[in-house]
């Protein structure tokens, strides 16, 4: 399986659910083991009420360390990709699932263009 175009992602079970207080919002982490014995925790932001997808990286080589909600609708995220030896090592993104809109080392932006801002910062 490609870990790029990995299109079976929907199959595999979700292990970690982390609701926002409401439980309006949900992030939740797909595993998958990208070698042997290193998985990738593929995460997914989702709106309940509307059944949709806010955000989830192309990339299922980007993985979710931890989340913590900040207020109902503000999300923040550790996230590190695969195979973990980028400078720095994981990144901290605040996803707003009202606005659509995501800050990520002090620069905001849509979630249309946040994996792009993700990649930047990792060398």
């Not at 399986?1 to 659910?17: R, Y």
């Not at 982490?29 to 593929?42: G, N, T």
């Not at 806010?54 to 980007?62: E, G, N, Q, R, V």
Request: hydrophobic share 35%; with cysteine.
């Amino acid at each position: 399986m490609n870990p790029e175009t990995n299109t079976d992602l929907e199959t595999i079970e979700i292990v970690e659910t982390v609701e926002s207080p409401t439980r309006r919002y949900v992030v939740q982490a797909a595993p998958w083991e990208a070698r042997a014995s290193q998985w990738i925790y593929h995460p997914s932001l989702l709106d309940t009420a509307s059944k949709t997808l806010i955000w989830s990286p192309s990339s299922t080589l980007w993985s979710l360390d931890k989340a913590t909600w900040e207020s109902e609708q503000t999300v923040r995220l550790l996230l590190r990709k695969f195979p973990g030896n980028q400078h720095p090592a994981s990144v901290e993104v605040r996803i707003n699932c009202l606005s659509k809109n995501a800050v990520v080392n002090g620069q905001s932006c849509s979630l249309n263009e946040l994996e792009h801002y993700l990649d930047a910062v990792i060398h």
